[in-house]
T-cell receptor, first 116, second 118 residues
Framework: DTGVSQNPRHKITKRGQNVTFRCDPI?????LYWYRQTLGQGPEFLTY????????KSRLLSDRFSAERPKGSFSTLEIQRTEQGDSAMYLC??????????????FGDGTRLSIL | GESVGLHLPTLSVQEGDNSIINCAYS??????FIWYKQESGKGPQFIID?????DKRQGQRVTVLLNKTVKHLSLQIAATQPGDSAVYFC?????????????????FGQGTILTVHP
């Protein structure tokens, strides 16, 4: 299977702990996105990478959040000092680039974060 | 009308019926639209897309219609099957420029729960 892969699938942690999620995009895709989804809502954009460059961060991404894509392949999303409100599904998506950037984003199955 | 939180619009159909799921988008500058299917515990799965220079596109058992005048998108599923039961999201793509390149960012609609009864 060459789809988007996310690890771990589930993470349960106590408030105040740090967590890190990993995303492996589809191999030939140079664009990578992180989204957050809460129950009953559609995914909300968090941040975007083109190759290793982080080109946009949503205002949803507080200072406790950091994302990296060091070699332009896999990406990590870290949340420091987790809070109850961070409980959500964190989704990663990737896409290829065409001349006008209209290519569908393909999603992984997400990491579900639960803060106790 | 609008739904908030867990109160997603729902559509309940019998197996074999055709289903129509509607979506209103907000940004007249959006030029690309995607329908996704999301099953419980999984990520959104790409179904079909359409560019703004088209008003209809067909796939296997699915058709997407785009009405830019009223900013409306619909997904038609023919001969709906129990395996089609899921939450369906439309997403609009708006372009941004950064770092000397253009990229698209998706904004998702609220989702519709489709339930197919055998």
């Amino acid at each position: 299977d060459t789809g988007v892969s996310q690890n771990p699938r589930h993470k349960i942690t106590k408030r105040g702990q740090n967590v890190t999620f990993r995303c492996d995009p589809i191999s030939e895709h140079n664009r990578l996105y992180w989204y957050r989804q809460t129950l009953g809502q559609g995914p909300e954009f968090l941040t975007y990478f083109q190759n290793e460059a982080q080109l946009e961060k949503s205002r949803l991404l507080s200072d406790r959040f950091s994302a990296e894509r060091p070699k332009g392949s896999f990406s990590t999303l870290e949340i420091q000092r987790t809070e109850q409100g961070d409980s959500a599904m964190y989704l990663c998506a990737s896409s290829n680039r065409d001349s006008n950037s209209n290519q569908p984003q393909h999603f992984g199955d997400g990491t579900r974060l639960s803060i106790l | 009308g609008e739904s908030v939180g867990l109160h997603l619009p729902t559509l309940s159909v019998q197996e074999g019926d055709n289903s129509i799921i509607n979506c209103a988008y907000s940004n007249s500058a959006s030029d690309y639209f995607i329908w996704y299917k999301q099953e419980s515990g999984k990520g959104p799965q790409f179904i079909i897309d359409i560019r703004s220079n088209m008003d209809k596109r067909q796939g296997q058992r699915v058709t997407v219609l785009l009405n830019k005048t009223v900013k409306h998108l619909s997904l038609q599923i023919a001969a709906t099957q129990p395996g089609d039961s899921a939450v369906y999201f439309c997403a609009e793509n708006t372009h941004f420029n950064a770092g000397g390149t253009s990229y698209g960012k998706l904004t998702f609609g609220q989702g519709t729960i489709l339930t197919v009864h055998p």
